[in-house]
């Protein structure tokens, strides 16, 4: 049995399951969120000469957290559509790479500065390591801890919509089964 509201026996314990539709939902709510955060502001660099700076997530890493990201929720709305619980489980490891992406960058804002200095500021003539020294400051914005806390729940939703579908913990009557069709043969 399965379904919203019902239950399902194993060795005398009741385990309820949720819609379907629920966990991959989360997931890909959590994949949006991400998207939106790798579009913006990841960090400041303040600059004696030009001032304060933002960074957008686009000027760095952020590109590569969109395209996870995007690739995470169209995984994500896909698994209630074809039912297959392993598209959950690839967007899960989408949004580990968006997650991992963004937590360099929120808790070492030295990348982001670094990608800003080397692709934007860096054009005005003078080496990264020139650059990069001269600033007063730098540090991690909005949009990069958006892109990490969000996409760390569509990895909590990936892991549990793989669970849900029991692929990671089968049902006690089942191995029962299997073990039964072994001692046959």
Do not use: C
């Not at 629920?22 to 997931?27: E, Y």
């Not at 729940?153 to 073990?179: D, I, K, M, N």
């Amino acid at each position: 049995m399965s379904g919203h509201g019902q239950r399902q026996r194993s060795g005398g314990t009741a385990r309820r399951r949720v819609a379907p539709w629920v966990a991959p939902g989360i997931g890909a709510a959590g994949a949006a969120l991400a998207v939106v955060g790798s579009l913006l502001t990841w960090g400041t660099v303040n600059h004696p000469m030009w001032g304060e700076q933002e960074i957008a997530g686009l000027d760095g890493d952020g590109m590569w957290t969109l395209w996870l990201s995007l690739g995470a929720l169209l995984l994500f709305l896909g698994t209630p559509v074809a039912r297959l619980p392993l598209l959950s489980a690839v967007a899960g490891l989408l949004a580990v790479g968006a997650a991992g992406l963004g937590g360099l960058n929120a808790f070492g804002p030295d990348r982001s500065a670094r990608i800003y200095v080397r692709e934007v500021l860096g054009r005005a003539g003078d080496g990264e390591q020139e650059i990069f020294g001269l600033l007063l400051d730098h540090g991690s914005a909005a949009g990069v801890w958006l892109v990490l806390a969000a996409a760390l729940v569509s990895v909590a939703a990936a892991v549990w919509t793989v669970v849900q579908a029991g692929a990671l913990l089968p049902v006690e009557e089942e191995v029962r089964h299997v073990e039964e069709e072994l001692a046959k043969r």
